[in-house]
C-alpha cells in the first residue's frame, strides 16, 4: 500500500509539471488541451497494437468511456475559462472544493454512506488552498467556474473508480482521451466564434512546441492518467483526488526550481507565509486521512462483531 500511495504522489508531481509544460507551449489552452488529448489517444492507440494488448470494449461500455472522457475535457475546459474570468488564485480556490466534492459524489455514485469525516478533510483542504492560492473572492465568476471544474473532476473520478474494475487501465485511458479530443473539436467552432477575440482557433506549433507535447502527452497523460487510474483499484477516489490538491503546492515549487535554473519564461515566485501554512494544512489532511480512514474501519469491524455476538 505504501508503494501505492508513493506512486500516486509522483503521478500527482507530473500534473504539477503540466503547468510548467502548459507555460513553455506556445499555442493557447483550448488547442493545448487538443494536441495533448489527440496525441495521448493516438500514441496509445499505437502502443496496445503494437504489444497486441486488447482495446475493444463492448458497444455500451465504450459509449461510457467515451462519455466520461466528455467530462475529462468538459473538467480542463472550464479550468481554463477559470483562469480566463479570474486569477490564477480564484481559480486553485475553487479547485479546492475537488475532495469536498468527491466526499459527496462518491456516496452517490457508489451507494455507500457519506463518511463525515471525509466531508471535514475536505473543507480542511479548502482552507489549505485558500491561503496557498491568496484567492481573490471578490471574483465571483472564475470561482464559481472553478468549483464546477473541480465537480466535474471528482465526477470523471469516481466513474472511473468503478470503470476500471472492468477494464485495463490503458483500456479507459485510450476511450476516454479519445472521448476528451472528440468533444473538443465539437466545441471548437463555439470556442473559435467567442473566446478568442476574432483570431479564431491557433494550432500552429513552433519551436519545441512539439517536445514539450511529446512530454506532456506520453508522461504527463498516458502514464500518470493511466496510472491514476490503475491505482484505483486499490484507493478510493476520495483519496486519490485529496492527494491531487496537492498538485498546485508541487507546480509552484517546480516553478521556482526554474526559475532557480534560469529557464526562460519563469519570473520570480513570491512565497508568502500563507504558502507555507496552506502547504502543512494541505499535508496534514493528506495525513490525517489514513489514520482516520482505519480508525473507521476498526469500528466498523467491532460493530459488526458486536451483531455477530448479539445474533
Known amino acids: 500500500m505504501l508503494k501505492d500511495y508513493l506512486r500516486l504522489h509522483f503521478i500527482v508531481l507530473l500534473w504539477g509539471f503540466t503547468a510548467i509544460l502548459g507555460k513553455l507551449i506556445s499555442v493557447p489552452p483550448v488547442e493545448l488541451v ?12 499505437v502502443l496496445l497494437a503494437v504489444r497486441r494488448q486488447p482495446w ?23 479550468f481554463f475559462l477559470a483562469a480566463r474570468l479570474s486569477s490564477v488564485s480564484v481559480c486553485l480556490a475553487g479547485l479546492a472544493t475537488l475532495a469536498l466534492w468527491t466526499s459527496l459524489l462518491e456516496p452517490l455514485v457508489l451507494w455507500r454512506r457519506v463518511r463525515f469525516y471525509e466531508v471535514g478533510l475536505g473543507l480542511l483542504t479548502m482552507v489549505g488552498l485558500y491561503l496557498v492560492s491568496q484567492a481573490e473572492l ?21 466513474f472511473n473508480s468503478k470503470l476500471v474494475k472492468r477494464h485495463t487501465p490503458f483500456q479507459v485511458t485510450l476511450y476516454e482521451m479519445a472521448g476528451a479530443c472528440l468533444s473538443i473539436v465539437l466545441f471548437m467552432p463555439v470556442y473559435s466564434h467567442y473566446f478568442t477575440d476574432g483570431r479564431g482557433l491557433q494550432l500552429a506549433l513552433s519551436g519545441f512546441d512539439w517536445l514539450w507535447l511529446l512530454l506532456l502527452a506520453g508522461v504527463c497523460t498516458v502514464y500518470a492518467f493511466s496510472t491514476s487510474v490503475e491505482l484505483m483499484k486499490r484507493i478510493s477516489a476520495f483519496v486519490v483526488n485529496l492527494t491531487i490538491n496537492l498538485e498546485p503546492v508541487y507546480g509552484i515549487v517546480l516553478a521556482v526550481l526554474m526559475y ?18 496552506g502547504t502543512v494544512v494541505i499535508l496534514l489532511s493528506v495525513l490525517i486521512h489514513p489514520v482516520l480512514d482505519q480508525w473507521n474501519q476498526r469500528r466498523q469491524r467491532k460493530a459488526e462483531a458486536a451483531d455477530v455476538l448479539v445474533g
Open 34 to 45: 487538443f494536441w495533448r488529448t489527440l496525441l495521448a489517444a493516438t500514441g496509445l492507440g
Open 138 to 158: 471578490d471574483q465571483l465568476a472564475g470561482l464559481l467556474v472553478a468549483i464546477v471544474s473541480a465537480g466535474l473532476s471528482a465526477l470523471f473520478s469516481v
Open 260 to 277: 532557480t535554473l534560469h529557464i526562460p519564461g519563469f519570473g520570480q515566485e513570491k512565497l508568502s507565509t500563507g504558502f507555507y501554512l
Open 56 to 78: 475493444r470494449v463492448a458497444t455500451g461500455e465504450a459509449a461510457k468511456l467515451l462519455g466520461v472522457g466528455v467530462l475529462v475535457a468538459a473538467h480542463w475546459i472550464t
